[in-house]
């Protein structure tokens, strides 16, 4: 098996999922780009926060949308360590994200390529252009490690 570079966008996603682990997070990062500028980069933190909302995904498009001045991010990508659950996905619709790249699946709470399939649903508003498994192997080794060591 060929192994790839992993691109920038997703090695900054990955050092983003290191803070949360440092935090007591689930390691998930999340990175939004307008063409080669990052525009925001975050990591989950419901705990640190105190919100159930507050994942990567959903942090980093608050804080692009902001950045930028606008709540469609159509011509944005998100980079994201782990595949999006159901709200992240429901969120990346409706902030109009024009693609999505994504490290590892994750077959029990993923909603893109797994479970809800979100993008396929009639309701979907927006569907955006997908790639998986970028940074799959490190993302997916960061979420082991950080499960190993609280059992």
């Known amino acids: 098996m060929t192994r790839w570079p992993i691109p920038r966008p997703m090695q ?42 507050a994942h990567a995904e959903i942090s980093a498009i608050r804080a692009a949308a ?14 994201v360590t ?7 996905a429901g969120a990346i619709s409706h902030a109009r994200v024009a693609r999505l790249y994504y490290g590892a699946s994750d077959p ?9 399939r979100v993008f396929e649903q009639p309701q979907c508003l927006h569907r955006p252009e997908v790639y998986s498994g970028i940074g799959a192997e490190e993302s997916a080794e960061l979420l082991r490690g950080f499960f190993r060591e609280r059992r």
């Open 12 to 53: 900054e996603a990955l050092a983003q999922a290191r803070l949360a682990v440092e935090s007591g997070e689930v390691p998930v990062g999340a990175v939004i780009m307008r063409g080669e500028d990052i525009v925001a980069a975050a990591h989950n933190a419901p705990r640190e926060d105190h919100d159930p909302t």
């Open 82 to 88: 782990l595949e999006p659950c159901a709200m992240c």
């Open 108 to 116: 029990k709470g993923g909603a893109v390529e797994q479970g809800a």
């Open 66 to 79: 902001k950045a930028l001045g606008r709540e469609r991010l159509d011509d944005c990508e998100l980079w």
